[in-house]
């Protein structure tokens, strides 16, 4: 099963309606959900907000199997015995249990051959974390570490892949991605999510990391930067910035689209007005 994008030009939008109500806020500002709000708001409003459902894509499924599969290994297998055997024991553990009950999984109704093509792919991006960085030189303190911090009025959260202790005792953040690396002019932007780990880090730990570091496992590619007191500034910032805009939205209802080619993956334009829906047509 795969998802593909429509060529169509993307349309204009010239007049949005604003609902005839005001909208709840977000319990939480996370990344994704800033990435999400700047992109469209009419498509953030529609998944954060209201929750609509969305399609699964195997992509989705595949990272977070990979993901799983990488935080097994690093909690079960102890320092110098990490190698792609593990890793492959653990893959097959982490889909075993998605097997068990993940609902993304159950619905793609995958056939047993399409299940094992999902499984060989997946095993081909974990290859490929081995090509990029040696698993044994690795001091995790924290997988899967789910942090929150109250900031100026708004409660950030964020949930960090791996938090190491580097050798001379400082902590880097590592996030790994399974889908295409940036180009050279979209890194600074892609960083903008762990920059926001290393504040809360920064925020709860007492420690700023030293780095962050996006590891693209299908392009066997390492994007890092090093916090500073500017680059942890503007994350502050453009989170408080972003936070009042949503609240302004909510209270408003007004949601604007932005049409874009990432249109044509978008869930929700059966009820965009770019492609003629109407926002607050029944669901």
Same mark, same amino acid.
């Given at each position: 099963?795969?998802?593909?994008?429509?060529?169509?030009?993307?349309?204009?939008? +010239? =007049?949005?309606?604003?609902?005839?109500?005001?909208?709840? *806020?977000?319990?939480?500002?996370?990344?994704?959900? !800033?990435?999400?709000?700047?992109?469209?708001?009419?498509?953030?409003?529609?998944?954060?907000?209201?929750?609509?459902?969305?399609?699964?894509?195997?992509?989705?499924?595949?990272?977070?199997?990979?993901?799983?599969?990488?935080?097994?290994?690093?909690?079960?297998?102890?320092?110098?015995?990490?190698?792609?055997?593990?890793?492959?024991?653990? #893959? @097959?553990?982490?889909? /075993?249990?998605? +097997? &068990?009950?993940?609902?993304?999984?159950?619905?793609?109704?995958?056939?047993? /051959?399409?299940?094992?093509?999902?499984?060989?792919?997946?095993?081909? *991006?974990?290859?490929? $974390?081995?090509?990029?960085?040696?698993?044994?030189?690795?001091?995790?303190?924290?997988?899967?570490?789910?942090?929150?911090?109250?900031?100026?009025? @708004?409660?950030?959260?964020? !949930? !960090?892949?791996?938090?190491?202790? *580097?050798? &001379?005792?400082?902590?880097?953040?590592?996030? $790994?991605?399974?889908?295409? +690396?940036?180009?050279?002019?979209?890194?600074?932007?892609?960083?903008?999510?762990?920059?926001?780990?290393?504040?809360?880090?920064?925020?709860?730990?007492?420690?700023?990391?030293?780095?962050?570091?996006? #590891? $693209?496992?299908?392009?066997?590619?390492?994007?890092?930067?090093?916090?500073?007191?500017? +680059?942890?500034?503007?994350?502050?910032?453009? =989170?408080?910035?972003?936070?009042?805009?949503? /609240?302004?939205?909510? =209270?408003?209802?007004?949601?604007?689209?932005?049409?874009?080619?990432?249109?044509?993956?978008?869930?929700?334009?059966? $009820?965009?007005?770019?492609?003629?829906?109407?926002?607050?047509?029944?669901?």
């Amino acid at each position: 099963m795969t998802l593909t994008a429509s060529s169509a030009p993307v349309p204009a939008v +010239s =007049a949005v309606p604003a609902t005839s109500r005001p909208l709840d *806020l977000p319990g939480t500002l996370t990344p994704s959900k !800033i990435s999400a709000f700047t992109s469209c708001a009419l498509a953030f409003r529609f998944s954060v907000i209201e929750k609509l459902p969305e399609p699964p894509s195997v992509p989705a499924v595949r990272g977070t199997l990979v993901h799983r599969a990488l935080q097994l290994m690093f909690t079960y297998v102890d320092q110098g015995r990490r190698d792609r055997r593990s890793a492959e024991r653990y #893959l @097959l553990a982490a889909f /075993e249990e998605m +097997s &068990d009950g993940d609902a993304e999984l159950a619905a793609l109704e995958l056939t047993i /051959e399409e299940r094992e093509t999902l499984l060989r792919h997946a095993g081909i *991006l974990l290859d490929r $974390y081995f090509e990029i960085e040696d698993p044994n030189a690795v001091r995790p303190v924290g997988l899967e570490l789910d942090l929150q911090l109250e900031m100026d009025g @708004l409660l950030l959260r964020g !949930i !960090i892949d791996r938090l190491d202790v *580097l050798p &001379d005792g400082r902590l880097a953040v590592v996030d $790994y991605k399974t889908g295409r +690396s940036p180009r050279a002019e979209q890194a600074k932007s892609r960083l903008s999510g762990v920059q926001l780990y290393a504040l809360l880090c920064e925020g709860i730990l007492g420690q700023r990391p030293a780095a962050v570091r996006l #590891l $693209y496992l299908r392009d066997r590619c390492v994007v890092s930067a090093e916090p500073n007191d500017m +680059s942890m500034r503007g994350v502050r910032q453009r =989170a408080t910035a972003v936070w009042k805009a949503i /609240e302004r939205a909510c =209270a408003e209802g007004d949601f604007r689209p932005n049409p874009s080619l990432l249109c044509g993956w978008c869930a929700f334009r059966r $009820y965009c007005p770019a492609f003629g829906g109407v926002p607050d047509a029944p669901r």
